[in-house]
Nanobody, 115 residues
Framework: QVQLVESGGGLVQAGGSLRLSCAASEAIFAINTMGWYRQAPGKQRELVATFTIGSGTNYADPVKGRFTISRDNAKNTVYLQMNSLKPEDTAVYYC?????????WGQGTQVTVSS
């Protein structure tokens, strides 16, 4: 099974930046899909960004132009660079992977953006 550990969340002022990291227990170049979802209190979990082998990247409309997903295969780590953060970006961010016909989730990391 794939284990995912997120880090990099915290409190930031509106307009600031954060970089989230997701360290995977398996080689990420062999994992079909890696990405990020987020969930705000009382809201449904929603897609933020993903990378799929043979397809490429996919971004949710609210984060296009502000967030960038990237990866370091040598470190088995996926990143989410978040720029120009807004209060509405406040949520728990979860690392996601799809591998061997199963979905895996990290424990989540809190991102809070103050006005």
């Amino acid at each position: 099974q794939v284990q995912l550990v997120e880090s990099g969340g915290g409190l930031v002022q509106a307009g600031g930046s954060l970089r989230l990291s997701c360290a995977a227990s398996e080689a990420i170049f062999a994992i079909n899909t890696m990405g990020w979802y987020r969930q705000a209190p009382g809201k449904q979990r929603e897609l933020v960004a993903t990378f799929t082998i043979g397809s490429g990247t996919n971004y949710a409309d609210p984060v296009k132009g502000r967030f960038t997903i990237s990866r370091d295969n040598a470190k088995n780590t996926v990143y989410l660079q978040m720029n120009s953060l807004k209060p509405e970006d406040t949520a728990v961010y979860y690392c996601y992977s799809y591998y061997a016909r199963r979905a895996y989730w990290g424990q989540g990391t809190q991102v809070t953006v103050s006005s």
